[in-house]
Every structure is written in C-alpha cells, then in structure tokens.
C-alpha cells in the first residue's frame, strides 16, 4: 500500500496497520500547491533527483507547533524533489532542541540532516505500488476552500481520500470525507474514520491485483 499524505495522517495508518512505510512522505508537511504538484505529476517526478533544504520560519507559520519547534531549535529539514516539490520533516528534529518540547513521535538526532536523507533514501526504494493520496485539509498546515476546490478540479485519475469540510461536487477519484477538522490532532481524525479509510484503501488495490 502507498499510502501519500499531505500530514502525519497517512503515517498513522499505516502504524494502525502495522505496516511499513512505503514512501518516503510520512511524518512530513507537504503544502496544498505542492501535493496537487504531487497528484498531477506523479508518473513524471524524478523522485531520485532530491536536495535538502531549510524550512522557512513563515510557511507554516498559523501551525503553532511548527512555529514552536522552529523558535526552540528544531532545525527542521525538507527534502526538495526534482525542483518541484517539497516534504518538510516535521518530527525529525536537532536534538538540542527545549526538552518540554519534545513529543513522544519525534526523533531527535545528532545529526537531522543526515537523518532526512537517510530516511528519504530507504523509504523511496519501497515506493513501487500505484499511490493513493490520502488529504487532511488542515487549516494550519495552509489549506484554504479555494485549494479544496482546486484539487477537485484536478484532472487526473489518481485515487484521493480527502477529509474535509468543504462540499464540493467531487469526480469519482475522491472519496469525501466530511468533518469539521476541529480537533487537530491528525491520529484522532485517523482514528475516527479508519474503517472508511481503511474500506477504500483496501478494495482499490484489491481491485489492482
């Protein structure tokens, strides 16, 4: 199963499911334009031509987490892929970071840079099944109604889990998810809708067999 996320979301699956993970874009934050990027262009991405790069202070500057790791010496690093698009590793930290900071899915590391890469390397190899994108429309992690509305003008067949509060008129490829997003602890949204999530993940590579 490859399961994409654009948040922890997809990393909770899979560790419900006591899965490996089998892409290299869990535990990270991707922005909205990136993963419809992401979507779009799958089959044309070189995934094997990847830089690390900082992330800005301001990007995600309404996740109150985020910003709090950055301003404590998080030192937070993303992976850009093929120019174009890039998975900011949220929980892969420095390991000076403030101790009652430190959040029990963190890593911290002596060093974080090499950590990313590592990590990015070993989970791409694994990346060798058809994805399924699976879409938490956080508000903090940058997601606006005009980018919900975007991604389902999207032309593309690629199947997407989208976990909203936007109703839009969806094609066939989303399977919409309505809820409020209030709580915004991404393993309780998980949790909440697994067996849906779980139900549409199973029977479309089933039905790939």
């Known amino acids: 199963m490859n399961v994409i996320g654009n948040n922890c979301g997809s990393s909770f699956y899979y560790k419900e499911k006591g899965l490996k993970f089998k892409n290299p874009f869990v535990w990270a934050a991707i922005t909205p334009d990136d993963m419809i990027y992401l979507i779009e262009n799958y089959d044309n991405i070189n995934f094997n031509d990847y830089n690390l790069v900082d992330l800005d202070k301001n990007l995600f500057k309404s996740n109150n987490l985020i910003s709090q790791k950055i301003k404590d010496g998080g030192n937070i690093k993303g992976i850009q892929i093929d120019k174009k698009i890039t998975a900011y590793y949220t929980h892969y930290l420095d390991n000076t970071i403030i101790e009652h900071f430190k959040d029990s899915i963190d890593v911290y590391c002596e060093d974080?840079?090499?950590?990313?890469?590592?990590?990015?390397?070993?989970?791409?190899?694994?990346?060798?099944e058809k994805p399924i994108f699976l879409i938490i429309?956080?508000?903090?992690?940058?997601?606006?109604?005009?980018?919900?509305?975007?991604?389902s003008k999207l032309k593309t067949n690629k199947p997407i889990i989208l976990i909203t509060q936007y109703d839009f008129n969806y094609p066939n490829n989303i399977s919409f998810i309505k809820d409020d997003l209030l709580d915004l602890n991404s393993k309780n949204i998980i949790n909440n809708h697994f067996e849906e999530i779980n139900s549409i993940i199973e029977n479309y590579y089933e039905a790939t067999l």
Do not use: A, C, F, P
């Open 112 to 128: 974080n840079k090499k950590y990313v890469i590592d990590k990015y390397v070993k989970r791409l190899d694994r990346m060798t």
């Open 137 to 151: 429309t956080y508000q903090h992690h940058n997601w606006t109604k005009s980018d919900v509305e975007k991604l």
